[in-house]
């Protein structure tokens, strides 16, 4: 079955520290994975997609293919970082049709 | 405004109503997506739309009804639908089904 998993609904950090939003995907395949980010009012946007290899904003992500994982990480969290994260899956190159996780909660706190 | 528009905002409907949402792209993109997102689920992706043949349904049932009249224009239309119906309707559009997807802003459904 295809499915991703975020397994925290709610993440709160203090500016400044360490943050690692974990995601692990099911899939008989290889798909490709992004982040995606919705700030307050606005609209779901592309973060991230681990087949550019990218850090944006100061995230990156690692796609594990071992341990089916695409954790999203940030060496020093920022308040404007406070924001829904979703984790998605495509089974095509570049993304379209995405199979889309939870989503976690980051908090920033100062 | 550019981008993904999505009409209207917000739409509270009886169940015995016919109502349509309206998702509109300016970017030129040949894909287009309805994904529903329900309070404690998963954004679930309905249907999808490329050069405007629907080619992929994923078992929405068909009080759910999509229209996709040209590769700008995306209709769901909606019918006798029930409480749990109620949630936030996304549109998305991508160059084609294997490119970033580009999401709207949603509207937001209460069925009463």
């Known amino acids: 079955a295809q499915r991703v998993t975020q397994p925290e609904k709610l993440l709160s950090v203090f500016k400044g520290a360490p943050v690692e939003l974990k995601c692990n995907y099911s899939?008989?395949?290889?798909?490709?994975l992004f982040w995606y980010v919705q700030y307050s009012r606005q609209r779901l946007q592309l973060l991230l997609r681990?087949?550019s290899r990218e850090s944006i904003k100061g995230f990156t992500a690692d796609l594990n293919k071992g341990e089916t994982s695409f954790h999203l990480k940030k060496p020093f969290a920022q308040e404007e970082d406070s924001a829904m994260y979703y984790c998605a899956l495509s089974p095509y190159v570049g993304g379209g049709k995405l199979i889309f996780g939870q989503g976690t909660e980051l908090s920033v706190k100062p | 405004e550019t981008g993904v528009t999505q009409t209207p905002r917000h739409l509270v409907m009886g169940m015995t109503n016919k109502k349509s949402l309206k998702c509109e792209q300016h970017?030129?993109?040949?894909?287009m997506y309805w994904y529903k997102q329900s309070a404690k689920k998963p954004l679930e992706l309905m249907f999808v739309y490329n050069f405007k043949e629907q080619t992929e349904n994923n078992s929405v049932p068909s009080r759910f009804s999509p229209e996709c009249p040209n590769s700008s224009h995306l209709f769901l239309h909606l019918h006798t639908l029930q409480p749990e119906d109620s949630a936030l309707y996304l549109c998305a559009s991508s160059q084609e089904t294997g490119a970033e997807a580009f999401f709207g802003q949603g509207t937001r459904l209460t069925v009463v």
């Open positions: 970017l030129g993109h040949n894909a």
């Open positions: 899939y008989s395949g290889s798909p490709e």
């Open positions: 681990h087949i």
